[in-house]
């Protein structure tokens, strides 16, 4: 199965500081899907990559895969204390019936920005 | 609704007592997915529904957990004879359903179960 080890376990920066979070696969990446998880928001899609090399942007949070699709890191630039919360990212993984996909996860990132 | 909801959002339960928690994914999304979330752990994934399907219950811990989704509305999710490790919050997803990778999957708020 694939394994999915996000790094740090948790993170703690001051407001208006630059954060990474990286997310490496045991496994070659088809599609890796960055989640933010607030308490009683449930997830927040983010960004989706597919491409080795592929990067995305959103507002101030920059997503990117390697060459390789092994591994993938979020950005943070001039963080907030709205970017609190959980961050998650996930992988496709084949299920055996009725040819479908779901989510392999990894254990999540938890950031707190301080003021 | 605009998005994914669920209900209850929390949920606590006598050990022993069962528990069923509901669904109700985006108008239109014809496959749903349930996972489970434990303190400190990744989430889980437990059962997919794709259309009228048979579900793929691959996930599922044990035979005390059970789903059902009618037509591609409203899920249910039940657990019977409730332990404590069953503690945990249960996300409700649900997407397109076009059977290819990298579709996205939009989530519920979660209902937190709190098995005494």
């Known amino acids: 199965s694939q394994e999915l080890e996000q790094s740090p376990q948790s993170l703690i920066v001051q407001e208006g500081k630059n954060l990474t979070i990286n997310c490496t696969s045991s496994k070659t990446l088809y599609g890796l899907y960055w989640y933010k998880q607030k308490y009683g928001e449930g997830l927040i899609f983010l960004m989706m990559?597919?491409?080795?090399?592929e990067e995305k942007s959103h507002e101030k949070i920059t997503a990117k895969l390697d060459e390789k699709k092994q591994q993938s890191s979020l950005h943070i630039t001039a963080s907030q204390p709205s970017h609190a919360g959980i961050y998650l990212c996930g992988a496709d993984i084949e299920l055996n019936s009725n040819s479908g996909y779901a989510l392999n996860f990894g254990k999540g990132t938890s950031l707190l920005v301080t003021p | 609704g605009a998005g994914v909801s669920q209900s209850p959002s929390n949920k606590v339960t006598e050990k022993g007592k069962d528990v069923e928690l509901r669904c109700d994914p985006i108008s239109g999304h014809t496959a749903l997915y349930w996972y489970r979330q434990r303190l400190g752990q990744g989430l889980e994934f437990l059962i997919y529904f794709q259309g009228n399907s048979a579900p793929d219950k691959s996930g599922l811990p044990s035979d005390r957990f059970s789903a059902e989704r009618t037509g591609e509305s409203v899920s249910t999710l039940t657990i019977q004879r409730t332990q404590q490790e069953d503690s945990a919050v249960y996300l409700c997803?649900?997407?397109?359903?076009?059977?290819?990778?990298?579709?996205?999957?939009?989530f519920g708020p979660g209902t937190r179960l709190l098995v005494l």
């Open positions: 997803a649900s997407s397109l359903g076009f059977r290819i990778p990298k579709e996205t999957q939009y």
């Open positions: 990559l597919q491409k080795g090399g």
